[in-house]
């Protein structure tokens, strides 16, 4: 319940957003008309598009955000055609008859039959659907996204539904609200004819600033400072009370366990029971594993995928623990779950575990078996469960590392474990393994792909699955450009010819990208500069002081470490030969 209002309001906060600016003249062309008939068609429509996207999303993958793509430029080219009809008729008959009868029984003028006005306004409801999805935040994408892992459900549909709903609620008021806006200007005017002509104007105006890509360019960014902001807050909280929760109640019918003993497992409730481990396509250093198998050890689960930086820290702590605690009957296992599609190449994985000299059983989740049998929406996501089974503590995130191995001991003692306390573990994590530093850090993961791309300013705008040729703008902080010949994907960006490169305007200590070679495997050399400059002492893991690199193998490269004040910098990464898959942005 508590996730269905969360999406419902999140639905009804899409329309503060000031990337929903562009959608709005759309909305005020249905005022001054039966709001039966015209304004309710228009919102259904609008809650279709968004229930066909997220079929989309659940049964095709990337192939949604093409299918999305092409919806665009047809909403656009139709709602200019109606902004056309709205300003002059005349011209648009002028233009083609066929386009014209359809921009004026977009138009729904009061003398129209019903039926013109219904289906009319339910066109244009799924058109201004199409061009309001790029404004979704990130409630919208985490319901997709769980869309994409676990399929279909009711579940999801209930999600988007609630969403849709709350979309719907502000578009109703803004059109009620509007209504009485046009009597007034009709009234003021003397005539309806000017008010159709400023909404022509303005509805042209709208499509004008879609097919520029302000509303996912300029206008995006501004929704990311604002509304964006407040919706990641309400998840934020939303998450954090689910782990409260989590803390106090008995997840499953087990009773919870007597509060008197000033041990351990006497505040430790019991979270659930270990799901089954069977879907891994694959087991890494070992043979598979069973839940049946595990009875009476105490195990520790890692959910994990080896390019993400907050999983690549936290390896240093489980590795200890794998080693420490051995012996007294602790079993650690990783889930590999990718994010990527270059993640669910297990040849990858197995250059990943050598990378990170991990020992640990590692089991392939490419399916998200696993994953949805622990119901687990988290990278990393760390699961501990005792010798009878039972799951009793979890955490979402890197951090916790000293409450963590505490709930290890303890459940080690209460499955008889003699060890004695000592003190905790301190790995010495060098590179892309070292704990970030909190305090400086102002720049966020950014992906590269158009997915999920954000703050991208070359001027050439973002253009999807086709070699363009860019160049890098100029930007501003958290703002990132592309130089030379690229085709931007779904999930990377793809360097065409040599001597391209990209540049990221950064504030934090550590700069890392996901980076991989071509498709036929040969090494890319690159070369990184930090304000125009060789980076000397401030060099990364991954490029000595000169800036210079090599690019072997798909994964977190560490590109620069900023040697003495954290500030404000300009990053650049130029590569000298063609082929390199660019992914993501993350910040330590």
């Known amino acids: 319940m508590t996730l269905l209002v969360i999406a419902y309001l999140g639905g009804v906060l899409t329309i503060l957003s000031p990337c929903i600016l ?42 949604a955000v093409h299918a999305n793509q092409y919806g665009r430029y047809a909403a656009i080219a139709l709602l200019a055609v109606f902004g056309v009809t709205l300003v002059s008729p005349q011209i648009a008959t002028v233009l083609a008859r066929p386009i014209v009868a359809l921009g004026n029984r977009l138009m729904n003028s009061a003398g129209q039959r019903s039926r013109s006005t219904v289906a009319s306004s339910l066109v244009l409801g799924i058109a201004t659907g199409l061009l309001w999805a790029p404004c ?29 709903a709350g979309a719907a609620t502000s578009l109703a008021v803004a059109i009620l ?60 909280n939303f998450n954090a009370d689910r782990r409260d929760q989590a803390a106090t109640m008995v997840a499953s019918n087990t009773p919870m366990m007597a509060a008197t003993k000033p041990r351990f497992r006497s505040r430790l409730p019991v979270e659930g029971r270990l799901p089954s481990l069977d879907g891994a396509v694959e087991w890494l250093n070992s043979p598979p594993l069973t839940a049946e198998q595990l009875s009476g050890k105490v195990v520790l689960v890692d959910f994990w995928t080896y390019s993400c930086i907050n999983c690549i820290r936290t390896i240093p702590y489980i590795k200890a623990w794998a080693e420490k605690y051995r012996d007294q009957g602790l ?12 993640e669910k190449n297990i040849d990858n994985v197995k250059g990943a575990l050598k990378d990170f000299e991990i020992g640990y ?29 039972q799951i009793r503590h979890h955490v979402f995130g890197e951090g916790e590392y000293d409450t963590s191995e505490k709930v290890i001991q303890e459940l080690l003692a209460d499955a008889g474990s003699q060890m004695p306390e000592n003190s905790m573990v301190t790995p010495n994590a060098r590179g892309a393994e070292a704990a970030p530093d909190l305090g400086n850090i102002r720049s966020g993961e950014t992906y590269i792909g158009y997915k999920e791309a954000s703050n991208f300013v070359s001027p050439e705008g973002l253009n999807g699955n086709a070699a363009q040729d860019y160049t890098t703008g100029e930007p501003g902080l958290n703002e990132w450009g592309l130089s ?3 085709t931007i994907g779904p999930e990377q960006a793809t360097l065409n010819k040599a001597g391209g490169g990209i540049t990221y305007r950064f504030s934090a200590r ?21 304000d125009g400059k060789a980076p000397g002492a401030s060099h990364g893991a991954d490029t000595d002081a000169e800036g210079n690199g090599t690019i072997t193998e798909t994964r977190l490269y560490q590109l620069v470490r900023q040697a003495g004040d954290v500030g404000e910098r ?19």
Request: net charge neutral.
């Open 510 to 530: 550590d700069l890392h990208l996901v980076l991989g070679p071509g498709a036929d495997g040969k090494p890319v050399r690159f070369q990184v500069t930090v």
């Open 177 to 236: 609200a509007g209504s009485r806006v046009f009597a007034a200007m009709k009234s003021s005017l003397g005539s309806g004819e000017r008010v159709r002509q400023a909404l022509g104007a303005a509805v042209l105006a709208s499509v004008a600033a879609i097919a520029l890509g302000l509303d996912t360019g300029f206008l995006a960014r501004l929704s990311y400072a604002s509304t964006s902001t407040f919706e990641q807050a309400v998840l934020d």
């Open 570 to 588: 300009t990053f650049t990464v130029r590569f000298l030969d063609s082929g390199v898959q660019a992914y993501v942005f993350t910040f330590g």
């Open 22 to 63: 562009p959608i709005l003249p759309f909305v005020f062309t249905r005022t001054g008309q039966p709001f039966v008939r015209s304004g309710l068609p228009m919102l259904a429509g609008m809650a279709m598009t968004f229930a066909a996207v997220a079929t989309l999303a659940a049964v095709g993958g990337g192939w």
């Open 361 to 389: 059983p590692v089991a392939i989740d490419n399916n998200y078996r696993i994953w949805q049998a622990f119901q687990n929406s988290y990278w990393p996501a760390l699961y501990f469960v005792d010798a009878k089974g």
């Open 484 to 486: 030379g010949n690229w």
């Open 136 to 164: 979704a935040g990130p409630i919208l994408g985490l319901i997709l996204t769980g869309a994409a892992l676990q399929g279909a459900n009711a579940h999801t549909t209930l999600l988007l539904l609630a969403y849709a």
């Open 331 to 342: 079993v650690v296992i990783g889930v590999h779950a990718p994010e990527f599609a270059f």
